[in-house]
């Protein structure tokens, strides 16, 4: 019996020439000693063994005798690349220290970042059915802009369920801020909402105890996470027991207790009460307040459905605003025609949805781009830094390169072995990102407002993922050179010929210091742009006096003694005034309407407006500036009924610009007619970011907070006093306070935190590129040392010689800057459309980046540039 045809095929194919009869002789010999001694099918299947350890691209392993043919070669000869890669490392200790050191912070870098983006589009997709469960918006055209609020009415969501046979379910949250009392422990609490009865089944968050089923279907029924009830109830068991919510201490039963509302949810709220409890028994349409969740069928197509929901607006919304504002059908049918129904996706929610009255602070889209290009720009910095790195030392293993030759090594083991070199040097960086990681974690988790646990880089699939990573970057980064060093040819290395040509006609070397301080100095300008914005935003003036003001946000628990404590307050010599409102700048208390002028129809002059409910010490209190009229008197009885002040932005959009709008009339609901008293200085009353809006205060129930303005260099003694007085009115109840000052920097965490991330970064990019810029530097100059000894014999001067060696570096960072300036302005330019007070991008802040970039840079080559200055001519004339 002949052997395989296809194995002797293949060996014909990979074998040497010169060796290929012999191995053949031997193999068909064999193959008949084993077909005698075990048959036919294990001698063919021993024979396609022996084949196999041959197949090796275009040579054969050395002459074996009969016992080595089944030993295979590749672990011998990948341990002996291993051998003389760590050899290497070990020898170019410096060299080897640079670039695990790079690598290691670009992984790092990659590493942390990438966390952080995974964490922000992992939100909201807890659910088991996550992507059919979408929240109703409802849109608004009004004052110009298109107004998006996150919540609707009562009776919406179940009326769009009722509907259409599309959804499958809904389910409401309204979130309320309240007092919660067991026996004698008593807090605020502000993380707790009232829900529907299937709300914990449409979320899918378990409960530890109790039944999620009925939980929330009875009223005065309560769901509490494990460490809301271990604050309450300590270690006694829950289930069953009662909490007192609110100032009239209503009873809630706890019928169920889960772990908690998972880490990436757009919402978190330690308690939740059931809806049932309110008694909703007359459902609207019209308004805005219950955040609501639709949970449709799998089949069903949202934007189909979106479209039905006109039809319930003319059914629905059109009557009650007819009957609100007392107009014709056609009136309230116009002031409705911009009122949409809108289906938001509940994965799109913490990413895509920036509305002032999102349950909590949301992400954005664009940081997600920008952190994940950020990480990606990091490591292939490191990745060039390798690059440049390894070609540097080319002029070493050149001679190495040309010996191996000689002894017979080929270009594709060469490749090889050099690729290991860079592999190994990868994984040795993969452990050290690590450390890095384990260190900066807590670091990073306090300005990117995270809760990351390093448990999470453990765990397999994180692992294999930065083992990937690592590989790959050990790859790219050592790809060129291997093979720039193995394409040396003999003559020229043993000779010392090879590097012969001008230093300066590198490209690829001179391109990739180029991209390197392109992207780090891209990275200052916006690190200068960022700081400057949030600068810009935390002083400019607001309209408004934010300093030693004091807000009190809930008096409630003071009943009917509000009055009391306030003039209580008064007669302290460090309060300068004080004044009952709940309504403040930075506050969450904002009430809405519709007006328009008198006089005129509503269609087409009808605005949306904010209230503020004030009393007449509110605009001294706050120091705001009255530009036109007067401010609310008691000399005038009526300012409490009919009296409104309003902003400058109201007076515009009412189209009253250029006159004196005192004394004109506006109608609210078509029901109520305001007189106006006075006009005040537009203040920001939200955040900077967001345009003044419209804006008219009354006299009404101011009832339910305080603020206060002190005077006094002893704050500390001051809020002691104020706790004294208020556990004087009010032993039972805790007293909750902030400072404006306080509440307006919350408003620019985000940026801050952003501001923050791209400084790290840019300083670690600036590091990174720092180093690409010593290894070109090292490289050039190693190159150039005869030059530099025979300049030197010729009389030329250390600084003559210096500057000689940094003038070419110097045109690559000036390059790398032309490029970096005109992307900057562009991407910031961009950013801070976002803003409506913004800065603008000045020339200054470019060429402030401009200069550190060319300061790191002389820095950086300084160091090589002297040492090769100094160098003993002697020296460096005699070595070959």
Aim: net charge positive.
């Amino acid at each position: 019996m002949k052997p395989p045809f296809l194995a002797d095929r293949l060996l014909n194919w990979f074998c040497a020439p010169h060796l290929r009869e012999e191995v053949l002789g031997d193999l068909h010999e064999r193959f008949a000693l084993w077909e005698q001694q075990w048959g036919e099918a294990k001698a063919r299947r021993r024979y396609w063994r022996e084949v196999l350890v041959y197949m090796r691209p275009s040579m054969i392993r050395r002459q074996p005798t009969v016992e080595m043919y089944s030993t295979p070669i590749l672990t011998d000869m990948l341990r002996n690349y291993f051998k003389i890669a760590w050899r290497n490392l070990r020898t170019n200790k410096t060299f080897s220290f640079i670039n695990i050191f790079g690598l290691a912070i670009g992984l790092a870098s990659f590493m942390l970042i990438s966390v952080f983006v995974y964490t922000e589009l992992s939100y909201d997709t807890y659910p088991a059915n996550a992507k059919n469960i979408y929240r109703l918006n409802v849109s608004l055209i009004g004052n110009g802009d298109v107004a998006v609020y996150p919540n609707v009415d009562t009776g919406v969501g179940e009326g769009i369920k009722n509907a259409f046979p599309e959804v499958k379910a809904s389910v409401r949250l309204l979130p309320v801020s309240d007092y919660v009392q067991y026996k004698e422990k008593q807090f605020k609490e502000a993380h707790i909402a009232f829900a529907d009865p299937n709300f914990l089944q449409l979320f899918s968050i378990p409960l530890i105890e109790g039944n999620a089923t009925d939980a929330l279907l009875a009223p005065n029924s309560i769901v509490l996470s494990k460490a809301f009830a271990e604050k309450y109830f300590g270690t006694e068991d829950p289930i069953g027991k009662s909490v007192a919510i609110g100032t009239q201490r209503t009873a809630y039963k706890v019928t169920g207790i889960i772990e908690k509302v998972p880490d990436n949810s757009h919402f978190h709220y330690d308690a939740f009460l059931s809806l049932s409890t309110r008694h909703i028994t007359n459902p609207t349409w019209s308004n805005i307040g219950f955040y609501t969740y639709l949970e449709l069928n799998d089949k069903a197509d949202p934007k189909k459905l979106e479209a039905k929901f006109p039809q319930l607006v003319a059914k629905y919304v059109v009557p009650e605003v007819q009957r609100d504002m007392g107009v014709s059908l056609a009136e309230a049918q116009k002031s409705v025609d911009t009122f949409r129904f809108l289906l938001q996706p509940l994965t799109d929610i913490h990413l895509y949805s920036n509305s002032k009255y999102e349950l909590e602070p949301n992400g954005d889209i664009k940081y997600v781009y920008i952190f994940s290009i950020l990480a990606l720009f990091i490591l292939l910095l490191a990745c060039v830094n390798f690059t440049n790195l390894s070609t540097a030392q080319a002029v070493k293993r050149a001679r190495e390169v040309g010996v191996r030759k000689v002894m017979g090594s080929i270009k594709n083991q060469l490749i090889v072995q050099f690729l290991t070199e860079s592999v190994l040097l990868t994984f040795f960086s993969m452990l050290f990102a690590y450390i890095l990681t384990l260190l900066f974690l807590p670091y990073f988790n306090q300005i990117a407002d995270r809760t990351i646990s390093f448990a999470f880089f453990l765990k397999y699939q994180s692992v294999l993922t930065v083992f990937v990573v690592s590989f790959l970057s050990g790859i790219v980064a050592g790809i060129y050179p291997a093979f720039f060093l193995s394409s040396f040819t003999i003559i020229k290395t043993l000779k010392g010929s090879l590097f012969t040509k001008s230093p300066q006609k590198k490209p690829l070397h001179n391109g990739l210091i180029v991209f390197q301080f392109s992207i780090s100095t891209i990275l200052i300008i916006a690190t200068i742009v960022v700081y400057k914005q949030l600068q810009y935003m935390q002083t400019k003036k607001l309209g408004y006096d934010k300093d030693q003001v004091i807000a009190l946000p809930d008096t409630r628990l003071l009943g009917n003694n509000q009055l009391a404590f306030k003039d209580q307050l008064l007669q302290n010599s460090r309060v300068l005034t004080a004044t009952n409102s709940r309504y403040f700048p930075g506050g969450e208390m904002m009430d809405g309407t519709q007006v328009y002028p008198k006089n005129e129809t509503s269609n087409g002059t009808e605005i949306h407006m904010n209230i503020f409910h004030v009393d007449y010490a509110y605009l001294r209190t706050l120091g705001i500036q009255m530009l036109q009229g007067r401010n609310f008197s008691r000399d005038f009885p009526t300012d409490s009924i009919s009296g409104v002040i309003l902003n400058e932005s109201a007076v515009s959009e009412l189209g009253w610009s250029g006159t004196n709008p005192v004394g004109k009339s506006i109608v609210r609901s078509g029901q109520h007619e305001y007189k106006v008293i006075g006009v005040v200085k537009d203040f920001n009353y939200v955040s900077v970011k967001q345009k003044v809006a419209p804006l008219m205060m009354l006299m009404g129930n101011n009832f339910g907070g305080i603020v206060i303005k002190i005077k006094t260099t002893d704050v500390a003694g001051f809020l002691d006093d104020l706790k004294n007085q208020w556990d004087a009115f009010s032993p039972n109840g805790p007293l909750e306070y902030h400072f404006l000052d306080d509440r307006f920097a919350t408003f620019y965490a985000s940026e801050q935190r952003t501001q923050q991330l791209f400084s790290v970064f840019a300083l670690l990019a600036v590091v990174i590129a720092s180093l690409g810029l010593f290894a070109l530097s090292a490289f050039v100059i190693e190159r150039r040392t005869k030059e530099i000894g025979i300049r030197k014999v010729m009389g030329a001067s250390v600084p003559g010689i210096t500057q000689l060696l940094i003038k070419d570096f110097v045109k690559l960072v000036v390059l790398a800057i032309l490029i970096a300036c005109p992307l900057a302005w562009y991407a910031m330019n961009q950013w801070l459309q976002d803003f409506a007070y913004r800065i603008d991008v000045e020339w200054w802040m470019l060429g402030l980046a401009g200069l550190l970039a060319v300061g790191i840079a002389l820095l950086t080559v300084s160091f090589q540039s002297v040492k090769a200055a100094l160098m003993n001519p002697v020296k460096s004339l005699r070595s070959e």
